[in-house]
């Protein structure tokens, strides 16, 4: 449940946007240097690091991962001042925004932002699916454990003050499930400036409301876990409205910092690369299974954590399914794969998709659809930040209107269509999905923010136009259907307003990919 209008929401964006830019190559320095949250970063004592040395922790550390984690990290590609920076960025941006809205212009209220994790779940019985994090408390954490909550508050002074509520140690629970962090070892490791047993989470919640009467942000649709859902509501029993910060967080993940922007630029060369292999080593007969293991098992082999979503393969006519998962059919010469794959590293995913003919040469008629799909996606990439590109959905228009023009020019739209209306509505009937989304800790990441925002540097999203052309097509030449073709990059739109191909490394051109085969045969 949103609490803001569209209205509201865009002014919010703006207004945290324009924040997120002027913090983009600069840390920030505003009521951080008063506040204990800072103190709690700054050091780290020798009994922490004797601890880290000989206790299991409930994450890898870089003591345990040195393959994946460097010295001064707390996660892959991340330390614990990043965390504690966007706390600081969100508390203030929060406060700000509750200050104009409030009646009493002249009472800075306290403010509460209330954040849980995610939970295992369940495919059946005590069979858990993998544990995957709250992108949205992993952002503002840096905690992997499950069951946990955290909790910021600003007071008046614009002190900030941060606390986790995690799982206690439990020698029989760690037994059955791996190791805990712990409370003691919590302050210490994530730079937060208390920590508490889940348990008490009620208690302090409780205390602190009836204390201060803060104004209390939490989004309850969201959560993973019903107990702390009632706990917030009970402890906020007089508390008309409990607002939702979601928007001011996704507001600060579409502004990727430049450590975010290392592992964009992982992952993607990650799954790239995974990609490139899987063509040169495709053949008619395999299934589309096999496919999917072989990219599955490609990007685990170079460090991704996992696959960052079930992946499309999909083979012949198949590939005009747009979100096509079943991966079950066997491929047959003469056929082209549609492969839409990505990886996670680091929390941070990537999102290709390539077409290629399994045998390794294109048919006349796969040609001509497969350049149009090329030729319009070097363009749409080309065209971001400029007139037709400034936002998404401009670029969204563009393609549609592109798409059109050309599949005219080789004979599958009508001649008689000449304005620009009639392009985009042709176009939009053989490629109806946006061509573009934010990407980052999520695939499609951020999704309270709308696609009409500029394109701005710090963000990062696809370009993917596709044509799909279903067998019972009766509108179209017959040598064009059962045809499916997608062609999607990541890019980052860098500091000085340029475009950052993330994943160039995964082959596009026709003939490179014609001779990505002849160089393993």
């Known amino acids: 449940m949103s609490i803001w209008k569209n209205v509201r929401r865009t002014q919010i964006i703006k207004s945290l946007g324009k924040f997120e830019r002027i913090a983009f190559n600069s840390s920030s320095s505003s009521s951080s240097s008063s506040s204990s949250d800072a103190a709690a970063a700054a050091s780290i004592n020798k009994n922490f690091l004797q601890n880290l040395r000989s206790e299991a922790f409930g994450q890898p550390t870089y003591l345990t991962h040195p393959h994946l984690i460097n010295e001064g990290e707390l996660v892959i590609g991340q330390n614990v001042e990043e965390f504690r920076d966007r706390r600081l960025r969100l508390m203030g941006g929060i406060q700000k925004y509750a200050e104009e809205e409030s009646k009493d212009k002249t009472n800075k209220k306290e403010n509460v932002v209330i954040i849980p994790s995610a939970s295992k779940k369940y495919m059946s019985d005590k069979i858990p699916y993998i544990f995957r994090q709250n992108s949205d408390f992993y952002y503002l954490s840096g905690c992997l454990e499950p069951d946990s909550v955290l909790v910021m508050t600003i007071n008046e002074k614009e002190d900030i003050k941060s606390m986790l509520f995690m799982r206690p140690k439990d020698k029989h629970a760690e037994l059955w499930d791996g190791a805990r962090t712990g409370v003691d070892n919590a302050p210490d490791l994530f730079g937060v400036d208390e920590a508490y047993p889940v348990e008490q989470f009620y208690k302090v919640l409780k205390k602190y409301i009836v204390s201060e009467k803060p104004f209390v942000w939490f989004d309850t649709p969201s959560t993973d876990q019903p107990n702390v859902a009632k706990d917030v509501q009970e402890a906020a029993d007089n508390i008309s409205e409990l607002k939702s910060p979601s928007l001011f967080i996704q507001s600060m ?3 990727k910092s430049p450590a975010e922007q290392d592992l964009m630029r992982k992952t993607c060369q990650i799954a790239s690369r995974a990609i490139n292999e899987v063509i040169s080593e495709s053949r008619p007969g395999i299934s589309e299974q096999h496919l999917f ?8 082999i170079k ?5 960052a979503y079930p992946p499309v393969v999909a083979t012949g006519n198949n590939a005009t399914t747009i979100h096509y998962i079943s991966n079950t059919q066997l491929t047959k010469s003469g056929e082209m794969v549609l ?13 290709i998709t390539r077409t290629w003919p399994i ?6 008629t796969q040609k001509v659809l497969y350049d149009v799909v090329l030729q319009l996606q070097k363009e749409l990439i080309s065209t971001l930040l400029k007139t037709g590109g400034e ?3 401009q670029l969204f228009d563009t393609m549609c209107i592109k798409l059109g023009k050309y599949l005219q020019e080789v004979g599958i739209v009508p001649k008689s269509i000449s304005d620009d209306i009639g392009y985009a509505r042709a176009g939009y009937k053989f490629c109806p999905h946006h061509v573009s989304h934010y990407l980052g800790m999520d695939v499609h990441d951020t999704p309270l923010i709308p696609r009409s925002l500029p394109v701005q540097p710090g963000m990062v999203c696809t370009v993917e136009p596709g044509i799909y052309i279903g067998q ?7 040598e064009f259907r059962g ?4 062609i999607e990059d990541d890019v980052l739109i860098t500091a000085d307003n340029n475009v950052e191909i993330l994943t160039a490394e995964c082959v596009k051109d026709r003939e490179e990919m014609e001779n990505i085969f002849l160089s393993k045969r």
């Open 253 to 255: 993940r579409l502004y």
């Open 293 to 300: 293991a072989a990219v599955d098992y490609k990007c685990r």
């Open 303 to 307: 460090n991704a954590s996992h696959l």
């Open 339 to 351: 492969m839409d794959a990505g990886c996670e590293y680091g929390g941070y995913t990537s999102d």
């Open 359 to 364: 045998d390794g040469s294109f048919t006349p």
């Open 391 to 393: 936002t998404l959905d």
């Open 472 to 478: 019972d097509r009766q509108d179209v030449p017959k």
């Open 483 to 486: 045809i499916g073709i997608r």
